[in-house]
């Protein structure tokens, strides 16, 4: 299965993003309003990053709140690690595992087409289980 399966229906204008120059304190704003745990941030239609709660704690850490009135992409994680609709859901979990994140941002012609989390490929592959385990005892109560 791929990538493809988990972002089928949804609409890439609901992903919620943050431009390059937004300040620090107004992504936070919007990672909770939205009660998400991470952003895709994005100047002129190109992904340039991932803001998380993790850089954001990390930041203040550093420098306290001076880092609120900074630019996101001063405190961004970047490059942002990317996939594309093709990619196997096995294999995105792979690269979250290997590169430490929880979010990816979907890219088609490096246009930003969906943004996931390990969440939804956690949910995906569980469903995936209940459904061949589900299948295996209907074979097993059929024989």
Not at 5 to 19: L, P, S, T, Y
Not at 23 to 37: F, Q, S, W
């Amino acid at each position: 299965m791929t990538i493809e399966r988990i972002i089928e229906g949804r609409n890439k204008a609901d992903v919620v993003a943050a431009d390059s120059q937004m300040p620090v304190k107004k992504a936070i704003i919007l990672l909770a309003e939205n009660r998400i745990g991470a952003l895709p941030v994005t100047a002129e239609g190109k992904v340039l990053g991932v803001f998380s709660e993790r850089d954001v704690i990390r930041r203040l850490a550093l420098e306290q709140e001076s880092c609120l009135n900074r630019p996101v992409q001063e405190v961004m994680s970047a490059p942002a690690i990317c996939v594309t609709p093709e990619t196997a859901i096995n294999n995105a979990l792979a690269l979250m595992t290997e590169r430490r994140v929880r979010h990816l941002p979907v890219l088609r012609n490096d246009e930003m087409i969906a943004f996931i989390s390990i969440g939804d490929l956690v949910k995906y592959h569980t469903e995936q289980v209940e459904h061949e385990a589900s299948a295996m005892r209907e074979y097993i109560q059929g024989s």
